[in-house]
């Protein structure tokens, strides 16, 4: 009856916990950078309601991710996206056959908790073939890299660049980012192409 018990037991904390980690992409904004919807006055009164559509995240949207943690929470929003990306150096260039793509994320503490984390740790790109991408170090000529050490207090944010190095013949088709280094549960995605 005592190993009766125990497996029951065991079963239970297994299921519980493969329920907790269940891995979400998350392409619906919460915010959008896009125009405002017209007035109510500028839409005729017998129109019929036009249905509502999920959008797909875009630059200029944002995404709110939760972390691991208690209290993380963070308005993550994809500001600027960039093909063809330029070193501010002399020194660093994309290997032969590769380019540079990049994206400028702006990531506002939105929790309780500190945010703590190197962003592009958290962050790749997919090419419309299925082949994914992680973050390169460089700096590029539009704007400061993201820092390696983010410790964001809340309501605070910090923005920076994220660069990539790609094959010149992928066409990108999305970003994504992740709290906790990329291993938080939620991953946002933009879609760039």
Do not use: H
């Not at 005592?2 to 619906?28: F, H, M, N």
């Not at 630059?59 to 996206?81: P, R, S």
């Amino acid at each position: 009856m005592r190993r009766t018990t125990t497996a029951l037991a065991a079963a239970a904390l297994l299921v519980a916990t493969l329920t907790a980690c269940q891995d979400e992409i998350t392409t619906e904004p919460t915010k959008t950078g896009a125009a405002e919807a017209p007035a109510a006055s500028e839409t005729p009164a017998d129109a019929e309601p036009t249905p509502t559509k999920t959008t797909a995240a875009k630059v200029g949207d944002t995404i709110t991710l939760t972390g691991n943690e208690d209290g993380e929470q963070v308005d993550a929003t994809l500001k600027k996206w960039i093909t063809g990306a330029k070193s501010a150096d002399d020194f660093t260039a994309p290997e032969d056959g590769n380019v540079w793509v990049a994206a400028q994320f702006e990531l506002t503490n939105t929790g309780k908790a500190v945010y703590s984390d190197s962003p592009s740790n958290g962050a790749q790109v997919a090419d419309t073939d299925g082949q994914r991408f992680q973050a390169t170090y460089a700096d590029i000529t539009v704007g400061p890299s993201m820092t390696s050490s983010a410790k964001v207090p809340p309501g605070e944010k910090v923005l920076g660049w994220i660069t990539f190095e790609v094959p010149k013949a992928s066409k990108i088709a999305s970003v994504q980012f992740a709290l906790n280094s990329g291993y938080a549960d939620q991953t946002g995605q933009w879609t760039v192409s």
